[in-house]
């Protein structure tokens, strides 16, 4: 995945196009990025699904409303950190 992340299982994404836009969308995660092309959309949302749970992640849980909460533990299911290869 990069970014310093890992994935501990396969995403399912779902792509449309639709009126020559695309739309990629992680529906477990309730999330989706749209872009000019499959693959940047694709990009797009991989870049946003590690944006959103490293955001998710440093909220107290407590702050979260149902949706985030619900988002960062379905990520949380999926994403695992990369060690750092200089330590």
Known sequence: M????????????ALKESQGE???RFT????????????EAIDWL???IVTLYEML???DPKELGP???RQLKVLGEYLVAEPDPKA
């Open 2 to 13: 990069g970014n310093g992340y890992a994935l501990r299982k396969p995403i399912t994404i």
């Open 22 to 24: 695309y739309v990629a």
């Open 28 to 39: 477990e995660a309730e999330l989706s990025r749209s872009g000019e092309t499959a693959r």
């Open 46 to 48: 991989k870049s946003s």
């Open 57 to 59: 992640s440093k909220k």
């Open 67 to 69: 949706l985030p909460k």
